[in-house]
């Protein structure tokens, strides 16, 4: 028995388009599992560096900003936050509650956490802020890109306000102009057990490496599935194999 091919175009470009979109998949993921490894090991790294003020970080530059620990008396005023908005944690609908706390003369978006809000919408959380002067450990937090927004993010007319995403870059004249306040450029997030913190339990990264390793391994399997399919449908090579090997 001689093995023979024969080509559907249907089949064939269908395979065609397929098998690299797979492919690239799958070298995605084992990218991103990459990137989160490098994130975990920089975290652990600088968590052993000594705790900096929001003031000396500042004068560093901006590559060894991210995942410093942090250390600073920060002074609340009662409606000086936004609420960062569909938040989930537990499968539960709620906010971030960012604080922009004074720092010695200098504005600092605090992190305190999450709290939950009502699912209908009908209102927001009633937030009681610290009263007066309290220290409060942190770590600085540089998200890795920009985050998915529906629409624009300005900065609320009135604080305190409810925004899709904490957006410093863009909002920092006028909340320099509005705070009569030098702004912090990144946001600070509360460590975990500080009195001020509402529930500050933050994921290092939102999926492991290993996770996304797993999806690598299902892309690449799906992608030689696709190709021993094309190969059985557009040659006779299984038949071919079962006549070599003595098969009825």
């Known amino acids: 028995m001689k093995l023979r091919v024969e080509l559907d175009w ?9 098998l690299p979109t797979l492919l690239s998949l799958g070298f995605w993921q084992l990218d991103r599992a990459e990137e989160k490894a490098v994130l975990i090991e ?14 000396s970080a500042i004068r560093l530059p901006q590559d060894e900003l991210a995942d410093r620990q942090v250390v600073m008396d920060a002074h609340f ?6 609420l960062l908005d569909n938040r989930l944690r537990g ?3 709620g906010y971030e509650v960012v604080a922009f706390a004074e720092v010695d003369q200098l504005a600092v978006a605090l992190n305190l956490g999450w709290i939950q809000g009502d699912p209908a919408r009908q209102a927001l959380p009633d937030i009681t802020l610290p009263e007066g002067v309290h220290t409060v450990s942190g ?5 890795s890109g920009d985050a998915f927004m529906l629409g624009e993010n300005p900065l609320p007319a009135e604080l305190p ?9 863009t909002w920092r004249d006028e909340l320099r102009v509005r705070l009569d306040q030098s702004i912090f450029p990144l946001e600070i997030r509360a460590d975990e057990f500080e009195v001020v913190a509402f529930d500050a339990t933050w994921a290092i990264v939102n999926q492991t490496p290993a996770k996304h390793q797993g999806y690598a391994v299902q892309w690449f399997t799906m992608a030689v599935a696709l190709g021993l399919a094309f190969i059985f449908r ?15």
């Open 91 to 93: 499968g539960k609908f």
């Open 42 to 55: 920089r975290l652990e790294a600088r968590r052993t560096l000594p705790a900096i003020t929001p003031q």
């Open 10 to 18: 249907r089949t064939t470009l269908a395979t065609a388009l397929l």
């Open 161 to 169: 306000g409810v925004v899709q995403q904490l957006t410093l870059s």
């Open 77 to 82: 005023s009662p409606s000086r936050y936004v």
């Open 234 to 248: 557009s040659t006779n090579l299984w038949h071919w194999l079962r006549n070599r090997i003595g098969r009825p």
């Open 139 to 143: 770590r600085i937090y540089q998200p």
